[in-house]
């Protein structure tokens, strides 16, 4: 059987599951309890997502269980929905095919080279032209025409003409494609890592995730057209708190900003510290950025000579900053520094990975100030000092989630670890030369804006 029934009297929920940021629904896991244990019956060596689908069936619920990709070298287990399409077929088009374009790799001339390049541009247009993605509404489109319609930016385009390899293959397309096939209605849906956790991302044993974005972002948001979805966090608005003033004088301000307030406007909402400041100083410009969801001090530059002086600084380093950082774990040395490289994650942004190859240098210095249980989870969590030493993108987020790093994810952290009331991440004090007067100032949060104890 491909549908499973589900036996409980758990209500659910009122509108279908955000597939890029979510906490699993209790329906959810308890589908989930009974798809790992066929995954152990099945025993795959590599860590593997795998999604479940919760569906209205016969009056009652039943699930649907998918895995990413392939399974051990197969794709047709009989647990699992089906592929979306399946090119796995030995005397299929696409296996014959490819088996062609590999036969002109024993030869290098360039005449050869460039016949192999638009053969297999070509066999990867037919395979995506083959999967034929249904909606909610019962309406079809190929791959190609989804990733075209999504990524309207003609420099997306160019530089991305067609989805990347494996797109339509995720388990979020196989469940919902296969529960519009079957006339089954779509409650709410999870995914989550099983077995060895993965060099580059992080992902740990068990652990619920959220959909990838590169290939799944414009798949899904084509499938879930006609269904009732709880809101996009990111495009449904954000509680404006105010910002509040630490110091100002007539060259620069040092502001207080909270979690959920962007530093710079965004595609979908302009509301932010920039433009806060240039309502207050016309001439005024942000030298530096913190992510959305973290909180603290800010430099704002009113002049142009300021903000040039302190990008300078930012440049050449001197400009010196801590964080505070709740994580999930109990962290044992008190004192230690974590050097992994960093790349941005280009089809899944604004992931990072670890890449030894093509990443850049990232290197954070870290101290243990005080450990506590949680109140919510009752889990050991640790309040830690970060001093960034480089500046990289989601650089702490990273080196404190990654197996290779601390292992330990900042509480609230959605990328990278588990959602809560906010993440716990503040840039607590910053230290800096004054563009005009040269002397030495250092700068804290406010008092009453500790995210510690939690």
Not at 18 to 28: A, T, V
Not at 234 to 263: C, N
Request: with cysteine; aromatic share 10%; charged share 20%.
């Amino acid at each position: 059987m491909i549908i499973h029934p589900l036996h409980t009297n758990i209500p659910k929920p009122e509108r279908f599951t955000w597939p890029f940021c979510y906490e699993p629904h209790p329906l959810c896991l308890l589908a989930c309890d009974e798809v790992k244990q066929e995954i152990e019956r099945i025993g795959p060596k590599e860590g593997k997502m795998f999604g479940v689908l919760v569906v209205e069936v016969d009056g009652g619920l039943g699930f649907l269980a998918a895995y990413s990709g392939l399974l051990e070298g197969r794709n047709d287990w009989g647990y699992f929905v089906p592929p979306v399409f399946d090119a796995q077929q030995p005397d299929g088009y696409f296996k014959q095919k490819e088996r062609e374009i590999s036969a002109l790799n024993q030869h290098s001339s360039s005449e050869t080279q460039n016949l192999h390049k638009e053969m297999s541009q070509n066999l990867q247009l037919w395979l995506f032209q083959q999967y034929r993605i249904l909606n909610a509404h019962g309406e079809i489109k190929d791959l190609v025409e989804i990733w075209r319609d999504y990524h309207q930016n003609p420099k997306i385009q160019k530089k991305f003409p067609l989805p990347p390899g494996g797109t339509g293959d995720c388990c979020a397309p196989k469940l919902l494609q296969y529960a519009y096939l079957q006339h089954l209605k779509p409650v709410c849906m999870a995914e989550f890592w099983w077995g060895p956790s993965p060099k580059s991302e992080v992902r740990y044993h068990g652990e619920f995730y959220p959909a990838c974005r590169g290939k799944c972002k414009p798949v899904l948001t084509w499938m879930l057209q006609g269904l009732e979805v709880d809101p996009d966090p990111e495009t449904s608005g954000f509680l404006h708190q105010g910002i509040e003033i630490v110091y100002e004088d007539e060259a620069i301000a040092a502001v207080y900003k909270p979690s959920g307030m962007l530093s710079v406007p965004g595609k979908t909402d302009d509301y932010s510290v920039a433009t806060w400041a240039k309502e207050r100083w016309a001439a005024s410009m942000l030298p530096h950025r913190l992510d959305l969801m973290t909180s603290g001090i800010m430099l704002v530059a009113k002049t142009p000579e300021a903000y040039h002086h302190l990008q300078n600084q930012f440049a050449a380093r001197t400009i010196k900053k801590k964080y505070l950082a709740v994580v999930e774990g109990e962290i044992q040395q008190p004192h230690g520094v974590i050097d992994l490289p960093l790349s941005s994650d280009p089809m899944n942004r604004p992931c990072q990975i670890v890449d030894y190859e093509h990443g850049k240098r990232a290197i954070t210095e870290y101290r243990v100030l005080d450990r506590q249980q949680s109140p919510t989870t009752h889990r050991p969590v640790t309040l830690l000092a970060l001093y960034p030493h480089t500046g990289r993108t989601h650089q702490l987020r990273m080196h404190c989630a990654h197996q290779e790093g601390l292992g330990c994810p900042i509480l609230g952290d959605e990328l990278y670890g588990h959602k809560a009331d906010r993440l716990y991440l503040q840039a607590e004090s910053i230290a800096f030369e004054h563009p005009t007067t040269g002397k030495r100032l250092h700068l804290f949060c406010p008092q009453d804006k500790k995210i510690w104890p939690i």
